[in-house]
């Protein structure tokens, strides 16, 4: 799988999950990105590169052939504690009626 994730000019290097939420039943979209607590076992620090309310883009796809399924607004950031550690990004994008 192909990623490129930026918050608003931070790219994302390592992701562990991404979740994309779709529906007419609701208002918005939503993607939830899951981050690995550390690298190479040095903790993840992101909280000073990004801020609520910057512009998230995800771009997913296969053999470097890459599309937008998601643009919106970075809404939370949450670190996980307990056995696995990880930082948690809510991103929501309002959708047009």
């Given at each position: 799988?192909?990623?490129?994730?930026?918050?608003?000019s931070?790219?994302?290097?390592l992701?562990?999950?991404?979740?994309?939420k779709?529906?007419?039943?609701?208002?918005?979209?939503?993607?939830?990105?899951?981050l690995?607590a550390?690298?190479?076992?040095?903790?993840?620090?992101?909280?000073?590169k990004?801020?609520?309310?910057?512009?998230?883009?995800?771009?997913?796809?296969?053999?470097?052939?890459?599309?937008?399924?998601?643009k919106?607004?970075?809404?939370?950031?949450r670190?996980?504690?307990?056995?696995?550690?990880s930082?948690?990004?809510?991103?929501?994008?309002?959708q047009?009626?």
């Amino acid at each position: 799988m192909t990623y490129d994730i930026t918050i608003g000019s931070y790219r994302l290097r390592l992701i562990d999950k991404v979740t994309i939420k779709k529906s007419v039943e609701r208002l918005y979209d939503e993607a939830i990105i899951t981050l690995p607590a550390s690298v190479y076992n040095v903790a993840l620090q992101i909280e000073d590169k990004i801020n609520i309310g910057d512009v998230v883009e995800v771009k997913l796809g296969y053999n470097d052939i890459i599309q937008t399924e998601f643009k919106g607004y970075l809404k939370t950031v949450r670190t996980d504690a307990g056995d696995r550690k990880s930082t948690r990004l809510n991103s929501s994008h309002i959708q047009k009626s």
